[in-house]
C-alpha cells in the first residue's frame, strides 16, 4: 500500500491556508482564475479564512475555512458552484459543487457554514 507522509500533503495544503483569500459563488464550475472571478461569479467574500492543515476524517489531510458572513451578490442568476482563489498571484485554487443550488439576486448578501477540503490518503 503506498502511503505519503503529512508533510507532503500538508505542504500542498498550506497554499490554502496561507494564500488563499476570495470564494465566489458561480452559475457554473470555473476552470480558471478569470471564469472564477468575472465570467463565472454571482457573487464573493474577501475575508476567507483557512485554519493550517490538519487530520482528515477517514484518513488525509485537510484545511478547514470559517463560515462565510459577509458574501456579496453581484449577479443574478443560480449558484451552483463555488471557488476559493488568490487573488494577489491571480490563481484559482479550489472549486466545488454547493450542496444545494441556490437563485441569487444582485445587491443580496449570502452567508455559508464553516467547510473543509483536503486530500486523502492514498489506497
Same mark, same amino acid.
Given at each position: 500500500?503506498?502511503? !505519503? ?10 497554499? !490554502? ?6 470564494? +465566489? ?40 475555512? @470559517?463560515?462565510?458572513? +459577509? ?14 482563489? +488568490? ?25 455559508? @457554514? ?10
Amino acid at each position: 500500500m503506498a502511503t !505519503l507522509n503529512d508533510r507532503v500533503l500538508d505542504s500542498g495544503l498550506t497554499t !490554502l491556508d496561507t494564500e488563499a483569500n476570495r470564494i +465566489d459563488v458561480c452559475s457554473q464550475e470555473p476552470t480558471t482564475y478569470a471564469e472564477a472571478t468575472s465570467t463565472y461569479t454571482l457573487g464573493n467574500s474577501t475575508s476567507l479564512s483557512g485554519a493550517a492543515p490538519s487530520d482528515r476524517s477517514g484518513g488525509g489531510r485537510e484545511v478547514v475555512f @470559517a463560515a462565510i458572513t +459577509d458574501g456579496s451578490i453581484t449577479g443574478t442568476g443560480t449558484a451552483t458552484h463555488y471557488s476559493i482563489s +488568490d487573488t494577489n498571484n491571480s490563481r484559482l485554487l479550489v472549486t466545488g459543487s454547493l450542496s444545494a443550488s441556490q437563485s441569487v439576486t444582485n445587491g443580496n448578501s449570502f452567508t455559508g @457554514a464553516s467547510f473543509a477540503t483536503g486530500i486523502p490518503d492514498p489506497s
